[in-house]
């Protein structure tokens, strides 16, 4: 049993040191491991990719992607940004909370981190830099923003954890949304908080001001997105559509949102077609690699070790909880997202299980730490691709260290980490809404 | 890089983007069918029935045929880690390597997806729950060429990256892979 455990630790230390693929270092690690362990174990290179892809309930994958390529293609990121800085320039920390807002609602439309920081902070960074707000905590709201991208449905991550642990995906779209709404108001109140302590790092815009004809008018711009994202929500929480319908509505609704706003054409389709193939892709291979590892690792049985292991240590159900946040938490500072949850999914599902965790509580926790590695250094994908973005749009003399991103998002994890704890001590938060869905037993 | 490498390339990205359009009109066309089709069904009117297994089957096609493209336009996560430790010479190697295993691991699923296209077809199944007498073996058949362009393309690109390290532009091997349009997850 050690060596098993001992070879699939270095095989996939081997794989990322070498910055292979996450799919490809899972895949491999299951093949070697499988035929050294098992035995010929090829018949289920064949049947599990097989079963995988054709599974039914994964088509909400392309599906939410392809929805939020039609709506980022029909001019909504604009829109959403200046409506809502028009709205909240004069709170004090201004376009900081308008970084906050226009993430959650752009989180609604992508299921990516990564995008929404990379594609609110195109937008957001000009504006701020600017009006001289902060660049640190300028950052930060952006990259803590940008998390909310896989908190809020649809997200990408998600669906992935639903499916490999086997619960509702519309499920944990719901208990998702009040954390979400939650972790929105806890950045608010960083925002708040330092603005309140040191003034000057968000000049107040009281010159400005906006008729209210104008901010209106901003408000009936991404009205149809808006309602697009209830409709969705709507139909899975009321009972009314599965999560694999209201991704279908989800499209349809985009495509004539599209071809109302007059953005369609061959060209725009092409691109949402390529960019949603390419990503669905990428998660397909991922799906196809952990299911395969989890294989390998549930016949040599190394998961039910682990629980039998744990279990003797008589740990309560709270305990195991903190136990593993802490593990997410210092595995998320050098794990990128997705590999850091297929990669321990298999292991800790069966003893979640033998625990009675609620696996949808329990996502949505799984969830928040996720966001939580992508704002934490070392390795913080949204630090990353903020600090890319700031290069490119200041070029990389003019632009600062990437530590002032270190320094931006701090606050922001300490907020996070307090939601999550009210999320571990309060699941109510989370449930309450699971509880009253239509159809929820 | 040597023309025939260059032209091989081109070709496979081409083939790749051609397939990874296909699959991406095949979602939109089966959420337009779906959006129908529940709309009818609540509204009392005629429904098919069969939304789920044209979901399996579009899936089946549009995710692996897309595993090309995702590849050529760097979609695939690479744990990043340690890679900005390295030179750029080492960072090529690295990157040849793992384009190296990509192939063979490809290779594996692409085999063993064309056994199970055999298989099926030798003991003549069908579709299961399905309203037409289909083979399994079609859609499986279908996924299996996803999985062979998928070898082809790593194939290609691990191709190009030895010929890039063995003539001297190691450095050149990381911008094989093209970015997709837009932003990407």
């Known amino acids: 049993m050690n060596t098993v455990i001992l070879t699939i630790i270095v095989l996939l230390f081997i794989g990322f040191a070498l910055g292979m693929h996450v799919a490809i270092a899972l895949g491999m690690t299951a093949l070697v491991a499988g035929v050294v362990f098992i035995g010929p174990i090829w018949d289920f290179f064949g049947q599990i990719p097989w079963n995988t892809t054709s599974s039914a309930t994964l088509i909400v994958v392309p599906l939410f992607i392809l929805m939020g390529e039609l709506l980022l293609r029909s001019g909504i990121t604009e829109d959403l940004y200046t409506t809502f800085a028009k709205w909240m320039h004069r709170l004090p920390g201004g376009l900081l909370h308008t970084n906050i807002a226009a993430s959650g609602v752009f989180s609604a439309i992508s299921g990516s981190s990564v995008a929404t920081a990379v594609t ?29 991208g896989i908190l809020l449905p649809p997200s990408i991550i998600l669906i992935v954890y639903g499916l490999m642990a086997e619960v509702s995906i519309g499920r944990l779209y719901i208990a998702a949304v009040v954390p979400g709404l939650i972790m929105m108001a806890a950045f608010a109140v960083v925002i708040v908080v330092r603005v309140a302590t040191r003034p000057e790092v968000a000049p107040r815009d009281s010159e400005i001001s906006y008729p209210l004809r104008e901010k209106l008018a901003g408000l009936v711009n991404i009205l149809p997105a808006l309602a697009l994202i209830l409709l969705v929500l709507g139909t899975i929480y009321g009972g009314i559509a599965t999560a694999i ?197 | 890089m040597q023309p025939i490498a260059r032209k091989l390339l081109v070709l496979s990205n ?41 979901a399996s089957f579009t899936l089946a096609l549009g995710g692996t045929w897309a595993l090309a ?56 199944a069908l579709v299961p729950q399905s309203l037409v007498d289909l083979p399994l073996a079609v859609p499986q058949a279908l996924s299996a060429v996803g999985y062979t362009m998928f070898t082809v393309q790593s194939a290609v690109m691990t191709i190009v990256a030895l010929v890039l390290l063995f003539s001297d532009h190691g450095e050149l091997v990381e911008e094989i892979e093209h970015p997709a349009p837009g932003e990407k997850a």
């Open chain 2, 14 to 54: 081409a083939v790749s983007t051609a397939m990874a359009w296909i699959s991406g009109l095949l979602f939109l066309l089966l959420a337009l069918y779906m959006t129908a089709d529940v709309t009818s069904r609540s509204l009392g009117g005629p429904f098919t029935g069969v939304a789920d297994q044209f």
């Open chain 1, 245 to 441: 319908e209201a991704s279908a509505f989800g499209v349809t609704g985009a495509f004539v949102i599209a071809l109302l706003k007059r953005k369609v054409s061959l060209k725009m389709l092409s691109d949402c077609f390529i960019t949603t193939a390419s990503t669905t892709g990428m998660v397909m291979l991922i799906m196809i690699a952990a299911f395969l590892l989890q294989f390998v690792l549930a016949f040599t049985g190394i998961p039910a070790a682990i629980t039998r292991y744990v279990v003797s240590l008589g740990l309560t159900e709270l305990q195991l909880v903190l136990l593993l946040c802490l593990i997410y938490l210092f595995l998320g500072m050098f794990m990128e997202s997705m590999a850091m949850m297929v990669t321990t999914l298999p292991l800790i599902l069966p003893l979640l299980n033998s625990m009675g965790v609620d696996l949808v509580w329990f996502g949505v926790i799984l969830v928040i730490m996720i966001e939580v590695s992508l704002i934490t250094p070392p390795v913080g994908m949204n630090l990353f691709v903020l600090q890319s973005l700031r290069r490119r749009l200041a070029g990389p003399r003019a632009s600062g260290s990437i530590v002032d991103l270190y320094v931006g998002a701090f606050p922001f994890v300490i907020a996070m980490l307090a939601v999550l704890l009210l999320i571990i001590l309060l699941p109510d938060l989370a449930m309450f809404l699971v509880e009253t869905m239509k159809g929820s037993g």
């Open chain 2, 69 to 124: 493209r995702a590849l050529s336009d760097g979609s695939h996560v690479r744990i990043d880690l340690f890679l900005p430790l390295y030179g750029r010479r080492l960072r090529g190697l690295a990157y040849t390597w793992s384009m190296l295993m990509t192939v063979v691991f490809a290779a594996v699923l692409t085999q063993q997806a064309w056994i199970l296209v055999g298989k099926s077809a030798a003991r003549k």
């Open chain 1, 120 to 148: 609110i902070g195109g937008v957001a960074l000009p504006s701020l830099n600017k009006r001289s707000y902060d660049e640190r905590i300028s950052l930060g709201s952006l990259a803590a923003g940008g998390t909310l």
